[in-house]
Structures are given as C-alpha cells and as structure tokens.
T-cell receptor
C-alpha cells in the first residue's frame, strides 16, 4: 500500500464550480500535511499547509482528519488558472528528517 | 531573488554510462533534498542533506546512486551504470531548516537513458 493515496483524476469541471480532492495516508505517526500544486512540466510549489482545525486561504480550504488519516482540499469558484496537478504531501513521523512523501497527484482541468 | 537552479535541464545518455546532475540551492538554505519524478507519479524522495552531511539517504534506490554536498551549498547527484529505469525528472529542493514542509524546488533535470 502506498503511504499517500490520491485519486489521480482527471477532474474536469466548468469555471465557477466547487471541486474537492481527497487523500489518505497510511502512517498514523505522520506529523505534518500539505498540498502542493504542480503545473504541467513545472516544479511543485507549496499551496498550503493543512491543520487539524482546518484552514482557509481565499478560495482554498484544507482539512485534516487524524482519526481517519484523511486530508482534503476544497476549491471554490474554480478559475481556468487553477488547472494543475494537486499533490497531497505528508512528512512522516518518527525521525528528524524533513523528507516529503507525495501522493501521485490529482489532475484538475477547469473548462471555460 | 534567485531560486533553485539545476543543470543540465536535459540529459540523454546511453545505458551503462555515468551521469552527474547539479543543484544550486537558494542562498542561505541549509537543507537540500533530491527527489525523482516519473511520468504520472508524484516526486519520490531520494536523499536529504543538512549542511554537508547526508541526514537521510533512505530513498536512494541502490548503490549506483550517490550524492555529495562538500561545501554545504551546491550538490551533485551521481548515477553510475545508468539503466533505462533511471529515466525520470530529477528534482532538487532547498529550505531553511525550520521551514517545516515548505521546500523550494528547482526546475528539474530530465534524464533519459537510451
């Protein structure tokens, strides 16, 4: 079983739609959680951190459920520029390393 | 300011050859990471440097892969006896030591082994 699992998509949605991505992680000792965004043939960039209390950044809302080992990302009022791959990322616990464990990514295509 | 840079941007080599991939991190970032990304997959961790030393090399797939960071800045990933399965985009990232989770990635080196 992969450490971080995501639905690869693609998710094809019209502009203005609300779309939600989910992710599960297998290591219950995982410490920190993030969503990264990767545009086609570009490098990944941090989109937002994910906290147990939930956090929002403009049109983006991230949630963490530690009991279910589940992370979500909600995008409201989708824009064409939101088209990208969204990577669920976990920092595993149990050590001093800052290595990131990535899911396979979920491809979002926002249609005009 | 300047971001993470990687050279070359593309490298085509033949099976069995040796390659070196270079990463120049953001100035002042003490932590440096190497990942590789195959088509349709997320980046896969290879090795993490804190300063000059490899703090975690658990992701290196086998002993053909080696990385150095002799002066705590530029890093080189070395692959011996390349195999077709090594073909991927090799990504380097750097961060401040206390920047938990926020790593800044370079554009990557696309390695193709024929």
């Amino acid at each position: 079983r992969k450490e971080v699992e995501q639905d690869p998509g693609p998710f094809n949605v019209p502009e203005g739609a609300t779309v939600a991505f989910n992710c599960t992680y297998s290591n219950s000792a995982s410490q920190s959680f993030f969503w990264y965004r990767q545009d086609c043939r570009k490098e990944p960039k941090l989109l937002m951190s994910v906290y147990s209390s939930g956090n929002e950044d403009g049109r983006f809302t991230a949630q963490l459920n530690r009991a279910s080992q589940y992370i979500s990302l909600l995008i409201r009022d989708s824009k064409l520029s939101d088209s990208a791959t969204y990577l669920c990322v976990v920092i595993p616990g149990g050590g001093a390393t800052n290595k990131l464990i990535f899911g396979t990514g979920t491809l979002l295509a926002v249609q005009p | 300011g300047a971001g993470v840079s990687q050279t070359p941007s593309n490298k085509v080599t033949e099976k069995g050859k040796y390659v070196e991939l270079r990463c120049d991190p953001i100035s002042g970032h003490t932590a440096l990471y190497w990942y590789r990304q195959s088509l349709g997959q997320g980046p896969e961790f290879l090795i993490y440097f804190q300063g000059t030393g490899a703090a975690d090399d658990s992701g290196l797939p086998n002993d053909r892969f080696f990385a150095v960071r002799p002066e705590g800045s530029v890093s080189t990933l070395k692959i011996q006896r390349t195999e077709r399965g090594d073909s991927a985009v090799y990504l380097c990232a750097s961060s401040l030591i206390d920047s938990w989770g926020e790593q800044f990635f370079g554009p990557g080196t696309r390695l193709t082994v024929l």
